[in-house]
Antibody, heavy 119, light 110 residues
Framework: QVQLVQSGAEVMEPGASVKLSCKASGYSFTTYYMHWVRQAPGQGLEWMGVISPSGDFTVYAQIFQGRVTMTRDASTSTVYMDLSSLRSDDTAVYYC????????????WGQGTLVTVSS | QSALTQPASVSGSPGQSITVSCTGTSSDVGNYYHVSWYQQHPGKAPKLIISDVTRRPSGVSNRFSGSKSGNTASLTISGLQAEDEADYYCCSYVRGGTYVFGTGTQVTVL
C-alpha cells in the first residue's frame, strides 16, 4: 500500500534551518511529483512548493522563495524539504503529499511533522 | 496569491444536505477545472474527497459531490452523518505549477 512516512518532530531556534524528510513506499517513486503543505496551529493549509519526479525542477510559492529547497533521493525513495532562516511563525505541521503528473490533486499525504520554532 | 475564500463554519442536522463554497478569481478557480477538496479530522492529515471539480476517488462516499460555476466551486454533503464533522479545504491550480488552498470550513453536525 502507498505510504508516505515523515521524520519526527523538531524544535528549532529562530534563524536556524530545518530539513524534513518524507520516505515513500508502495508505488513507483520516480513517477510522482511531491508537494509540501504546511499548517500553523489552528490555521488552514498553505501550499509551499513541489518537486518533479526526477528532481530536475522545483516550483516554490513566492512567499518561500529564497528560504526553501526541495530535493529527492531516488535511491532511498525519500524527498527532503529544507527551510532556512526560521521564524516563530514557521511553527507548523509540515506535510508531504504526492501528485500524479498533470492530475493537479494530492491523493496521498504523509502523517505530518511538527516543527516548533522557539528560543 | 491570496487564499480562496470559504465560510468559516457550516452546520446541519443528521440527514440534511449542506454546501460549502470556495470563491476564487478568474486566475484560479475560474480559469481551471483543477479544483480539489480535502477533509481533515482533528490531528489527522488531510484526505482527498473530490478531484477535478466533480470526480470522487475510489472509496469516497457518494454523499460527497462537487460543482463549479464561474469563480466559485462548491462541495455538497448529502445525508449528513456524524462522521462528516471535520474541516474541509478546497484547493485550486493557479499557474506555472502553483496551487492555492481555501481558508477552510468547519462542518458541524448538530
Amino acid at each position: 500500500q502507498v505510504q508516505l512516512v515523515q521524520s519526527g518532530a523538531e524544535v528549532m531556534e529562530p534563524g536556524a534551518s530545518v530539513k524534513l524528510s518524507c520516505k515513500a513506499s508502495g508505488y513507483s517513486f520516480t513517477t510522482y511529483y511531491m508537494h509540501w503543505v504546511r499548517q500553523a496551529p489552528g490555521q488552514g493549509l498553505e501550499w509551499m512548493g513541489v518537486i518533479s519526479p526526477s528532481g530536475d525542477f522545483t516550483v516554490y510559492a513566492q512567499i518561500f522563495q529564497g528560504r526553501v529547497t526541495m530535493t529527492r533521493d531516488a535511491s532511498t525513495s525519500t524527498v527532503y524539504m529544507d527551510l532556512s532562516s526560521l521564524r516563530s511563525d514557521d511553527t507548523a505541521v509540515y506535510y508531504c503529499a504526492r501528485e500524479l503528473p498533470q492530475s493537479s490533486y494530492f491523493d496521498y499525504w504523509g502523517q505530518g511533522t511538527l516543527v516548533t520554532v522557539s528560543s | 496569491q491570496s487564499a480562496l475564500t470559504q465560510p468559516a463554519s457550516v452546520s446541519g442536522s443528521p440527514g440534511q444536505s449542506i454546501t460549502v463554497s470556495c470563491t476564487g478569481t478568474s486566475s484560479d478557480v475560474g480559469n481551471y477545472y483543477h479544483v480539489s477538496w480535502y477533509q481533515q479530522h482533528p490531528g489527522k492529515a488531510p484526505k482527498l474527497i473530490i478531484s477535478d471539480v466533480t470526480r470522487r476517488p475510489s472509496g469516497v462516499s457518494n454523499r460527497f459531490s462537487g460543482s463549479k460555476s464561474g469563480n466559485t466551486a462548491s462541495l455538497t454533503i448529502s445525508g449528513l452523518q456524524a462522521e462528516d464533522e471535520a474541516d474541509y479545504y478546497c484547493c485550486s491550480y493557479v499557474r506555472g505549477g502553483t496551487y492555492v488552498f481555501g481558508t477552510g470550513t468547519q462542518v458541524t453536525v448538530l
